[in-house]
């Protein structure tokens, strides 16, 4: 009974991680705030030091399509099974084979899904690199024209630091963990956290590295991708809902339950 229990208590609370994950950029799902008409701010018109308005005005803002997209995301999410495609377990397993897992999951479901990756050359300001995410692309609506919807499972670590102040660790920690969202929403995002990532390394007399500069974050999401479509589950590998059980979604929020091997970890600096 005891068993029973427990595996029941697991369940709930993974479905509550679940919504935390999400739940920044889930105010106001349901309106799309992009119709004709609505003035609200983008994030772009924000001074240096002022983050807090033009932050909670660009999480808060959403569209319906988004939403579909997020809640397919938190659903394939929940329902990913616990081994990697590359034999490892899921919760001590790799990125790459959950983007690959997720995305099929999404084209499954209809949406034009594929794994993108970015690289840039290095530049006198920054060194060269590389990233890998998720994009949806929506051809429906005619009059709005093509629209892409970035899927980051691991966004909110891509802006931690170390020894970072009180005020950028209370902002970093309002960031949804998974984001879905426009590439133009993104956008004025970034600049806002690399705003805040900049004026705390000044405040704490510390070298602002390259890595974190507007420019070298900007490319992973929002520079030039090689788009490729998902290479199909193997023979035999459910795509179907499976029991609720530890999965990478969960790795951050219940440390108990991850090994050693693996872990989120702020960047250094």
């Known amino acids: 009974m005891a068993g029973v229990f427990s595996a029941r208590r697991r369940s709930e609370d993974i479905d509550e991680i679940a919504d935390m994950v999400f739940g920044f950029l889930e105010v106001g799902d349901g309106v799309d705030v992009d119709s004709p008409g609505n003035s609200s701010s983008s994030g772009d018109d924000y001074e240096d030091g002022d983050e807090e308005q033009p932050f909670n005005a660009t999480l808060c803002r959403t569209s319906s399509l988004e939403s579909k997209i997020r809640q397919a995301t938190k659903e394939a999410l929940r329902n990913s099974n616990s081994n990697c495609l590359c034999g490892r377990q899921a919760i001590g397993g790799c ?7 997720i995305c099929n999951r999404l084209v499954n479901l209809g949406y034009d899904c594929a794994i993108c990756k970015s690289k840039w050359r290095s530049t006198p300001s920054i060194p060269s690199g590389e990233h890998s995410y998720l994009e949806v692309v929506d051809k429906s ?9 970035v899927i980051e499972l691991n966004f909110r670590a891509e802006f931690e630091m170390a020894r970072a102040s009180e005020d950028y660790n209370k902002l970093i920690s309002r960031l949804p963990e998974v984001l ?8 004025p995002l970034i600049k806002i956290l690399c705003t805040a990532a900049k004026k705390c390394m000044k405040e704490k007399n510390m070298h602002f590295p390259p890595w974190r500069k507007h420019k070298y974050m900007q490319s992973k999401w929002l520079g030039t991708c090689e788009r490729s479509s998902p290479v199909p589950l193997p023979v035999g590998y459910s795509d179907r809902p499976t029991k609720a059980k530890a999965s990478m979604l969960t790795f951050d929020l219940l440390d108990a339950m991850a090994p050693a091997g693996f872990r989120r970890t702020a960047a250094v600096a």
């Open 180 to 187: 879905v969202g426009k590439t133009e929403r993104l956008r």
């Open 141 to 149: 609506n005619l009059k709005r024209g093509v629209m892409r919807v």
């Open 95 to 101: 990125w790459s084979c959950l983007r690959r897992e």
